[in-house]
């Protein structure tokens, strides 16, 4: 299937599950769920039809996997990364000692300040691997990638989620629980 057809797919799915489901007619039920007929005839009707032949190779190659089935394989769900008001219904889980936050360079000053906050979104999102926060801080130019003593903040209770997607999830990272990381070893980020 021609792969710019799916990214296509993929974004206009994006801001239809995360951000405005209003604009093409549908609502989302608890935990972000649709029924996948619903969205295939919502899509039709405003001028883009997507086949489910479509909707599953969207589902299973996406390389972030941001969308999932749930086991009948007849509701869909965007697994993270929502502006709107949803209930994910996730469990709070216990995460790793360390986890990692890629961003783009220009943001360094502002996160040393203040942390990581979600802005628009649920949730901040941190990654278990160094590799994956430096593709998403690519996103956003020069990357760099945070270090979240993950295990300080959980015995000062903060929640932790982890999505269908492997995507960590918190309310925020206060500063002093960030370093700056360089090729995965941690250092101290007034060094830097």
Sequence with gaps: MDNSRLVKISKYLSKH???????????LAPGGWVAVDELLAACAKNQFPISREELNEVVATSDKQR??????STLIRANQGHSIEVDLQLEPVVPPDVLYHGTGHKAVDSILQTGLNKMLRHHVHLS???????TVGARHGKPVVFAVDAAAMQSA????YCSENGVWLVDCVPPQYLQLAVDGSRIDHEAA
Excluded: E, M, N, W
């Design 157 to 160: 209770s903060y929640t932790f």
């Design 128 to 134: 278990a691997d160094i590799v994956t926060a430096k």
């Design 17 to 27: 599950l995360r951000h405005q489901p209003d604009l093409i007619g549908i609502k």
């Design 67 to 72: 969308f999932s089935f749930d086991s009948t």
